[in-house]
T-cell receptor, first 117, second 114 residues
Framework: EAQVTQNPRYLITVTGKKLTVTCSQN?????MSWYRQDPGLGLRQIYY???????DKGDVPEGYKVSRKEKRNFPLILESPSPNQTSLYFC????????????????FGSGTRLTVV | AQSVTQLDSQVPVFEEAPVELRCNYS??????LFWYVQYPNQGLQLLLKYLSGSTLVESINGFEAEFNKSQTSFHLRKPSVHISDTAEYFC????????????FGAGTTVTVRA
């Protein structure tokens, strides 16, 4: 089954304790992206990657890191989490612009609900 | 840069009544437009999209949206809603030259009552 898999689904952590949220896709997509969802703000892009070893900042990158060493994986790293990073996080992947048509568009993971206390 | 405005944050509606969710976008270049749906405690699912061609696009579950370039809008409609349509709906836009960046609106919560 074609999907984007995030882990963990739920995470409670303490301020300053480094954590990693994993994301993996099995669709051979080139584009991958991380979003955070907060009430009244919709989804905001944190980081994106256009291909292996190519990453760039989205709209709200402060406090986050990413890496893209393999095409299928795009982990999100919080080196020193703070309470304002409490949010619902989504990983997503998409074919590149050459793949327009029925298969075009971002596919989202099920989300990771992070609480930082 | 592009942006999206969803004009209604909450839309209560009775079962079998019509519903319209409004979405306006801003972009200096040509765009692709999307509607995503998020059911309670779930991730986002693509509902429908406009890439090119006919300005009226439809989903398999009875929703439709019309791209209006002059009004920079992409409103979502359904002529008769069901209880199961209760969800949050997000309008999203990407510009054709930088389509790795998908920008979302703040979302519209639709609550369908019997």
């Amino acid at each position: 089954e074609a999907q984007v898999t995030q882990n963990p689904r739920y995470l409670i952590t303490v301020t300053g304790k480094k954590l990693t949220v994993t994301c993996s896709q099995n669709m051979n997509h080139e584009y991958m992206s991380w979003y955070r969802q907060d009430p009244g703000l919709g989804l905001r892009q944190i980081y994106y990657s256009m291909n292996v070893e190519v990453t760039d900042k989205g709209d709200v990158p402060e406090g986050y890191k990413v890496s893209r060493k393999e095409k299928r994986n795009f982990p999100l790293i919080l080196e020193s989490p703070s309470p304002n990073q409490t949010s619902l996080y989504f990983c997503a992947s998409s074919l590149n612009s050459l793949g327009t048509g029925n298969n075009y568009g971002y596919t989202f993971g099920s989300g990771t609900r992070l609480t930082v206390v | 840069a592009q942006s999206v405005t969803q004009l209604d944050s909450q839309v209560p509606v009775f079962e079998e009544a019509p519903v319209e969710l409004r979405c306006n976008y801003s972009s200096s270049v040509s765009v692709y437009l999307f509607w995503y749906v998020q059911y309670p405690n779930q991730g986002l699912q693509l509902l429908l999209k406009y890439l090119s061609g006919s300005t009226l696009v439809e989903s398999i579950n009875g929703f439709e949206a019309e791209f209006n370039k002059s009004q920079t809008s992409f409103h979502l409609r359904k002529p008769s809603v069901h209880i199961s349509d209760t969800a949050e709906y997000f309008c999203a836009v990407t510009n054709r030259s930088n389509d790795y960046k998908l920008s979302f609106g703040a979302g519209t919560t639709v609550t369908v009552r019997a």
